[in-house]
């Protein structure tokens, strides 16, 4: 063996046994329990959802809601500041989730109003109009970076929800042309409605001291047919034990406390022994909280939750730091609620638009028949190989294990995620990649039969296909690259596996190959066709 | 061992023939397509699929007789299939229908369908598997699988317009196009559900056809430089035929697997493998009948001398054996 054929054979061995430990040894070290370190069985090819069975969820951001939010809030720090500027208008009113209008300026006050909206309002673009009446639209630019921060907040709050359940390996992420998507998948979680509800839920909580109500109607709280200034009405449960219908209450528009003002939110038990949620506000709320419920003792302090009184206890005295929800609920569901709270609020509302449930039996049924299909496809492979081209076929059989080996290695140590269709992917770049060997075997025989030394021909034939390979392998490259930029999922993780799998395959057909023949060769001067054996 | 020792079958001879029989095929897919349509994967069109196991064993007929009475609109639109292993006794129910996208109502469609067996008394049952596409999803995979596919034919015709001749590309893109068109047509003739995995295995098939095609062309290329007083047409035929054996022995194990997937693989891969088998098979077809072709109508009957100017392909392992290899052809093609 000379030198060079010697440190290629050293080289090929060295992949083959690092690829193996990665991609192939912690899957026999999983099925027959043989020792494994940690970090090893950690890199193991991890299976996708469609293998493990659990739920693959698709989510929108309704991103309005968190502009409609904004414009509102812009909107009441107009009205504020006109009302102590004492300039009078006729109405303001919200047109769309960026947009908002102010009527009835009488033309003396323009100059005023426009000096005082300019003072405000700073990220709407203010529109002119002959009769006293303004539209206020929100700069594209802020809306965008609105939309954004939206959207990242819901994952983040997904993600803090998601662990705060326990699940493991979540995978959370963003997705869609307008980034305004996000993809839940929960492997091994059966409870579906569980986890949908609390994934979906606003968590918005606000605490507001009750002005009129709680009564059965909502006209019956309105003024003069009007809601007053200032106040809200909301709906919620009557208050009194057995009764499930409506009531209304009228609230102060402006919440004393907030969900942001949270510490932390946790399952108890009210003096019922009741199931309850308790929290506690961090020192900023407790201030503003303390002085409040302070001022308002003996009035009515509405817990509102998602737009809906919970709850709407007498204060009995000043409040500083603790308070407690309760309801009807069930022990499960004041867990449920902490957790919501306790992760945070989502800014904007959130609907699913794609929900996916496999069954635990369901992905061992694709499992069985994906696994049976690839061994028969690759033994039918080497079969014809080992027929048709005899000993060499030996060769072009090491090589095709060799590229499994490697790929396997390979999809483990990025962390890929096995799924069905990736298994097909995986089992066809194999069918396809034995093509290459067939190239040169062929190749070989046309050299051979050209009546040229068994050497030469072996280096004719590598050296003239070598650059067929380049080209079919780069146009294949081509198609994977636009495949992976538009795909989504699984898409993506088909072109990721024919990606690594041209690659390996590059490698093993060519220098693994020519390798062995070198090694069979050896050092004999005139080696004979039949050595070959192709 | 061979299956092919020195061939010499003009191919080029059936070109017209071939292009007819591909244009019979293309139109009558286009028929069916606008008449029937192309069925689309739930991930496509959107809607409600339950799978449901069954304790006692129940046929399809009662499922949909259950599901015409029970369920609201009845089961017109509905598509029943037995799913997986006959002695599971699963049962796929497939409605175009969602329940609203906001709350948690996306799961009323399903509960419906649900709700439509028990009253039939079909024994009791446990789901095992939901999927609920709603209707804005559909739309954007669409666009964005058409973008891959004609973004990466732009990038195989100026990568083959370069390292070959434009021609060579122009060959090789109308030859994946026809075998994109022939694989939908003969999904639309067997009515296999376009999905997302079938999607995969059509985009698979434009490689694997470029990938034939380029053998070839590659053939073509080597051989133009040592036959140029030869038409194109004969030297396309001898290319072909030197690569014969290599394009039936490639098809053949891509075949095999495709095969093993589509018989063994499960109800999950039925049309991912069966777009496979027929993308193989029309790609193979087509780099010799329809991009060879395309190459000999372009470059006509001429002798090949004035268009030789094909970049080198660079042999570094054997540049004097190339030398010695150029000089016979030319002496046996002088010879012949």
């Given at each position: ?534 | ?54 304790e006692q064993p129940v046929s399809i007929q009662q499922v949909r007789q259950a599901i015409d009475k029970g369920f609201p609109g009845g089961g017109s639109e509905a598509v029943i299939n037995s799913f997986g292993d006959p002695a599971r006794n699963q049962v796929m129910i497939r ?242």
């Amino acid at each position: 063996m000379s030198s060079t054929v010697r440190w290629k054979f050293i080289t090929i061995l060295a992949v083959f046994i690092v690829f193996g430990a990665v991609g192939v040894y912690p899957i026999a070290a999983q099925r027959y329990h043989l020792p494994a370190p940690g970090w090893l069985m950690d890199k193991q090819l991890k299976l996708g959802l469609d293998l493990k069975g659990g739920v693959h969820l698709v989510l929108r951001v309704q991103t309005d809601d968190a502009l409609k939010s904004e414009t509102q809030t812009e909107m009441e720090r107009l009205r504020e500041e006109l009302t102590n500027r004492k300039i009078p208008f006729t109405n303001v009113a919200l047109v769309s989730p960026t947009q908002f209008r102010v009527e009835g300026i009488p033309p003396d006050q323009d100059a005023a109003f426009r000096a005082a909206a300019t003072e405000t309002i700073t990220n709407y673009d203010r529109g002119s109009s002959a009769t006293g009446s303004y539209p206020f639209t929100m700069k594209p630019n802020i809306a965008v970076n609105l939309r954004d921060e939206s959207v990242i907040q819901a994952r983040q709050t997904i993600e803090r929800r998601v662990n705060e359940l326990g699940v493991a390996e979540p995978s959370i992420a963003q997705q869609g042309a307008n980034g305004d998507q996000i993809m839940v998948q929960l492997p091994g979680v059966s409870d579906v409605d569980r986890a949908k509800s609390i994934i979906q839920s606003t968590g918005r909580l606000e605490l507001k001291i009750v002005e009129q109500g709680p009564s059965p109607t909502r006209e019956s709280l309105l003024v003069n047919g009007q809601v007053p200034n200032g106040m809200e009405l909301v709906p919620g449960s009557s208050g009194s034990a057995g009764d499930s219908g409506t009531s209304w209450y009228m609230l102060r528009a402006a919440a004393a406390v907030t969900g942001r003002d949270l510490r932390t939110a946790r399952p108890s038990l009210d003096e019922n022994n009741q199931p309850a949620v308790s929290f506690s506000l961090n020192s900023d709320g407790g201030r503003r909280f303390g002085k409040v419920t302070g001022e308002n003792i003996g009035r009515q302090l509405a817990i509102v939750l998602d737009g809906r009184v919970q709850s709407a206890p007498r204060i009995d005295g000043r409040i500083n730091n603790d308070g407690r929800i309760y309801g009807s609920f069930t022990q499960q569901e004041a867990a449920d609620l902490a957790l919501i709270l306790r992760s945070g609020s989502l800014q904007a509302g959130l609907t699913y638009l794609e929900e996916q449930v496999i069954g635990p039996t369901l992905g061992a049924d694709s499992i069985r028949s994906g696994v049976v299909a690839s061994m028969i496809g690759l033994l039918s492979i080497v079969v014809f190989m080992l027929v048709y081209y005899k000993l060499s076929g030996v060769n072009a059989v090491v090589a095709l294990v060799a590229n499994l080996v490697i790929l396997l290695g390979l999809m483990a140590y990025i962390g890929a995620v096995m799924t069905l269709p990736g298994i097909a992917g995986f089992v066809l770049t194999m069918g396809i990649g034995v093509d290459s060997n067939v190239l040169i075997f062929e190749r070989i025989k046309e050299e051979l039969e050209a009546q040229r030394g068994v050497r030469a021909s072996i280096n004719a034939g590598f050296g003239r296909v070598f650059w067929t390979l380049v080209d079919t392998h780069i146009a294949a490259l081509i198609s994977v690259a636009f495949l992976f930029q538009f795909g989504t999922g699984p898409i993506r993780g088909f072109a990721v596996t024919l990606f690594y799998g041209l690659m390996s395959n590059l490698f093993t057909s060519i220098f693994v190959s020519k390798t062995l023949f070198e090694l069979v060769l050896g050092n004999r001067a005139q080696p004979q066709t039949a050595t070959l054996s192709i | 061992m061979h299956i092919f020792k020195h061939t010499n079958f003009d191919f080029l001879k059936w070109r017209v023939h071939a292009i007819v029989l591909s244009w019979v095929i293309i139109i009558a897919g286009a028929f069916v397509f606008f008449t029937r349509g192309i069925p689309l994967g739930i991930e496509f069109a959107g809607g409600t699929s339950v799978i449901e196991k069954f304790e006692q064993p129940v046929s399809i007929q009662q499922v949909r007789q259950a599901i015409d009475k029970g369920f609201p609109g009845g089961g017109s639109e509905a598509v029943i299939n037995s799913f997986g292993d006959p002695a599971r006794n699963q049962v796929m129910i497939r409605v175009p229908t969602v329940g609203a996208e906001s709350g948690t109502a996306l799961t009323t469609t399903a509960n419906q369908v649900e709700n439509a067996l028990r009253q039939a008394n079909l024994g009791n049952f446990s789901r095992v598997g939901t999927q609920i596409v709603g209707p804005a999803v559909g739309q954007e995979l669409r666009g964005k699988a058409l973008l891959a596919t004609v973004f990466s034919l732009i990038g195989i015709l100026a990568y083959l317009a370069f390292r070959f001749q434009f021609s060579f590309g122009v060959g090789a893109v109308v030859a994946t196009i026809h075998d994109l068109l022939i694989t939908l047509a003969f999904l639309a003739f067997f009515r296999y559900d376009l999905t997302l995995n079938v999607i995969a295995a059509i985009l698979t098939i434009t490689g694997f056809s470029t990938n034939d095609t380029i053998v070839i062309f590659d053939r073509i290329r080597e051989n133009l430089r040592s036959m140029r007083r030869d038409s194109m047409l004969h030297v396309i035929n001898v290319s072909i035929n030197q690569t014969l054996g290599r394009t039936v022995i490639t098809s053949g194990t891509a075949f095999l697997t495709a095969l093993a997937l589509f018989l063994f693989g499960g109800e999950v891969l039925h049309g991912f493998a069966f777009t496979m088998i027929v993308g193989i098979i029309t790609g193979t077809y087509s780099s010799v009948f329809i991009a060879a072709a395309i190459v000999s109508f372009w470059r006509g009957d001429a002798p090949t001398r004035a268009a030789s100017h094909a970049p080198a392909t660079a042999t570094p392992a054997a540049p004097a054996q190339q030398q010695v290899q150029r000089k016979k052809t030319t002496k046996k093609a002088r010879a012949s």
